[in-house]
DNA sequence: AGCCCTTTGAAGTTT
DNA sequence: AAACTTCAAAGGGCT
């Protein structure tokens, strides 16, 4: 028997207060839908929100102070831990086969602490991931060339830093070699794992660059360079009518033109361009338009390089190759009823055979998925984690610890996503896409209790993090404290706004769910708890549909029961969090120490499930 | 081979 | 209007 321990149970807060980490209101009113800072009428629905943030600060000070009361804790987990590794002997081997990576005394555990040390560098530098201090990334460092954001010719410091922590990244995915050889890797990093995120990091902006990264795959060598657009129907390259252009690049006056692209550096740099490059360098696809610095970054970004060799099914209507578009019969369905309005808007009825053609539009990233793009190759290098789902757990939670410039960040390149997606397909639509898959996830859910898991066989409640993963405790959904603001502006205009408890300190649990063949710990808890876990999971899709990761501890250990509501809250991980998710300062420093022999042997990923 | 998992957010649909 | 559903990325795990 296990029961969920809510963090109060460690710390000694009550529940309601537990939010080490500054709070960030799960309910925090949304705000009015709006458009972010001047962009100029976006009638996208970027539907931006109103975001509370938390107070890093506040956070870190609470931290330091809690750091004799963490040790405390770290006593008592690592009893816990004790027992429970005791108990659990189904994942014996595989722990074992994890510890390695995360025991104090390791090479690795030296390496994440070199790391950390260069992260504080790094922030006590002034930057989130300030690209100066990063290994891997000095020589990806360059001037703000294109800011993204410099439209009115300003750009603040949190930015220039965001920029800097993203343009540095930029990659291109499958060019290992090429980034490699120009990137050692950091020898705080494990061999293991993609030199923090080269492997397949992908820039920031990838997202823009990209719908479908495999589309443009830079293993396929360009088999045009020019930024002719070529006829959807023919393939040849024709020149693009300003018709169909000029629609996608509101223009702001003064911002035209000569704006270097944002890989001009890195072709400077590259003897040979890792993506054949016209002589005259990078050639926008979209020469003869006119763009403010903000689109320009954004296009830019996004069709490029890739989009220097569209391939053939990605052309759009207009004959403009997106990323967003893709063959069905390379990743989507075949399935004829999928076909974006815009893409046959002339031909209401086209034929099976055309529609198995018929290029998917996949929809625009939302910030959060921006976000994880750019940062999934960072968690995976820190955490050597390798399950997305469990990456997927932590970029939630280190979106929530992501302060609001920098989400607001995010939220805006969202919006530039959203908006230059609609304009590139006027007549798409989400539903577009809808029933694409070959087989929805909870087809049958919406009628199920949290308690029917015979209905949800498969999605029992787990947790998915495994134990390993201790870079982070998983944080759960709901509660983003911030959804999109309604502009970057508006949110840091209101950096006193109500800060109210965020999901992330005083989440109500969700169990992540999993096939039990997959667990790594099975132990069985009350219904209850499990049903509350599942409820959120089941029934309310909503987003996260799923879970909230937790820690299971041995009931028997607490002697405590499963069904209290403090059981109902995932163990606050508060300085873990910080110290692995984000920029960790002296305080999350010595928070991670202490922590991080705690969670070498404990094992997080304590797997609940529910009543059966 | 292809779905599942997991996250948040946007947008669609349903109630 | 609120609630609910689907899809977006990613990639290991599983069937």
């Excluded at 990761?549 to 163990?571: F, K």
Aim: hydrophobic share 25%; proline share 12%; with cysteine.
């Amino acid at each position: 028997m296990f029961l969920l321990l809510a963090p109060s149970a460690l710390t000694g807060k009550r529940p309601g207060l537990y939010c080490p980490r500054g709070q960030r209101s799960q309910d925090a009113p949304k705000g009015p839908k709006g458009e972010l800072n001047g962009g100029g009428g976006d009638d996208l629905g970027a539907n931006d929100e109103m975001i509370s943030f938390k107070d890093e600060g506040e956070q870190e000070e609470k931290i330091s102070e809690n750091v004799s009361a963490e040790r405390d804790l770290d006593d008592v987990k690592s009893s816990l831990v004790n027992e429970s590794e005791n108990n659990s002997s189904s994942s014996d081997s595989e722990q074992a086969e994890r510890r390695p990576q995360t025991r104090p005394d390791s090479e690795s555990y030296e390496k994440t602490r070199d790391y950390f040390g260069e992260a504080l560098r790094r922030q006590q530098d002034g930057g989130f991931f300030k690209s100066p201090h990063y290994p891997g990334y000095q020589f990806l460092m360059f001037p703000d060339l294109t800011n993204p954001y410099l439209s009115n010719g300003s750009l603040s410091p949190s930015a220039r830093t965001y920029l800097q922590m993203k343009w540095p990244l930029l990659d291109v995915p499958g060019s290992a070699g090429i980034k490699d050889s120009r990137s050692p890797t950091p020898g705080h990093l494990s061999n293991k794992v993609p030199v923090v995120q080269h492997a397949h990091h992908v820039h920031p902006l990838t997202p823009l660059i990209t719908y479908s990264n495999e589309h443009f795959s830079p293993g396929t060598p360009p088999s045009h360079l020019s930024p002719e657009i070529l006829d959807p129907k023919t393939g040849i390259p024709r020149t693009p009518h300003p018709s169909e252009l000029s629609p996608y690049y509101p223009l702001s006056p003064g911002a035209v033109g000569s704006i270097a692209h944002p890989l001009s550096w890195f072709m400077q740099q590259q003897g040979q361009p890792m993506y054949s490059i016209p002589p005259g360098g990078f050639r926008h696809p979209y020469p003869t338009l006119a763009m403010n610095a903000s689109m320009s970054s954004l296009v830019s970004s996004r069709f490029s390089p890739h989009m220097v060799t569209p391939p053939p099914h990605s052309l759009h209507q207009t004959g403009i190759p997106h990323p967003a578009i893709v063959s069905p019969a390379i990743k989507q369905e075949p399935s004829g009823d999928n076909i974006s309005p815009s893409m046959h808007a002339k031909s209401p009825v086209p034929s099976k055979k055309e529609e198995d053609k018929k290029p998917h539009i996949k929809k625009p990233l939302n910030a959060f998925m921006l976000y994880m793009k750019e940062m999934r190759a960072k968690v995976v290098a820190e955490c050597t984690l390798k399950e997305s789902a469990a990456i997927n757990q932590i970029l939630g939670r280190r979106w929530h610890s992501l302060s609001r410039e920098e989400q607001a960040k995010y939220y805006e390149l969202a919006r530039k996503e959203r908006q230059l997606h609609s304009q590139l397909y006027p007549g798409w639509s989400a539903r577009d896409n809808y029933g694409k898959r070959k087989k929805r996830k909870r087809e049958n859910k919406p009628d199920s209790k949290p308690e029917d898991f015979s209905i949800r066989s498969k999605k029992q409640c787990v947790q998915y993090l495994p134990s390993e993963k201790m870079c982070d405790s998983p944080a759960s959904s709901h509660g983003s404290m911030l959804d999109s603001p309604a502009t970057p502006s508006a949110a840091l205009a209101s950096p006193a706004a109500p800060a109210p408890t965020h999901s992330e300190q005083a989440q109500p649990l969700s169990l992540t769910t999993k096939p039990e063949g997959r667990m790594h710990h099975h132990f069985s808890v009350p219904g209850k708890t499990s049903g509350s876990a599942s409820s959120s999971s089941s029934s309310s899709s909503s987003s996260s549909s799923s879970s909230q990761p937790s820690i299971a501890i041995p009931i028997g250990t607490l002697g405590s029961q499963s069904s209290t509501p403090i059981l109902t809250r995932p163990i606050p991980f508060t300085s873990l969090h910080h110290s692995m998710l984000s920029p960790p300062s002296p305080f999350h420093q010595a928070a991670l120490h202490s922590h991080h022999s705690l969670f070498q042997s404990q094992p997080l990923s304590l797997v609940t499930k529910p009543t059966e």
